[in-house]
Nanobody, 128 residues
Framework: QVQLVESGGGSVQAGGSLRLSCAAS????????MGWFRQAPGKEREGVAV????????YYADSVKGRFTISQDNAKNTVYLQMNSLKPEDTAMYYC?????????????????????WGQGTQVTVSS
């Protein structure tokens, strides 16, 4: 059974930073695509960033480029999302997700529909 467990969410002021973690278990971690998504109240879930666990390829939504960094620790089967210069519009529930196969198909849109396994989410709140 695949399990994805997110942690690291919280409340910060605008301009602050947070680092989210996603620990994967029961899962063949290597050579897969893992991503971070977010959903604000009343809005659709949107892709934030993805990373290919079998290499170094990363892809970001335009709204977070230059501020967020996705990374991985393969020894720990864990993916991170470092979020800097946070803005109130970054407030959302953040989800980790995993997709078998690579990231090429989702690189341009980071479409959540292509991801099969999801964590429960961690809340990020940014106040102005």
């Amino acid at each position: 059974q695949v399990q994805l467990v997110e942690s690291g969410g919280g409340s910060v002021q605008a301009g602050g930073s947070l680092r989210l973690s996603c620990a994967a278990s029961g899962y063949i971690y290597s050579r897969n695509c893992m991503g971070w998504f977010r959903q604000a109240p009343g809005k659709e879930r949107e892709g934030v960033a993805v990373i290919y666990t079998g290499g170094t390829s990363t892809y970001y939504a335009d709204s977070v480029k230059g501020r967020f960094t996705i990374s991985q620790d393969n020894a720990k089967n864990t993916v991170y999302l470092q979020m800097n210069s946070l803005k109130p519009e970054d407030t959302a529930m953040y989800y980790c997700a995993a997709r078998r196969f690579g990231c090429a198909l989702v690189a341009a849109t980071i479409d959540p529909g292509f991801f099969e396994n999801w964590g429960q989410g961690t809340q990020v709140t940014v106040s102005s």
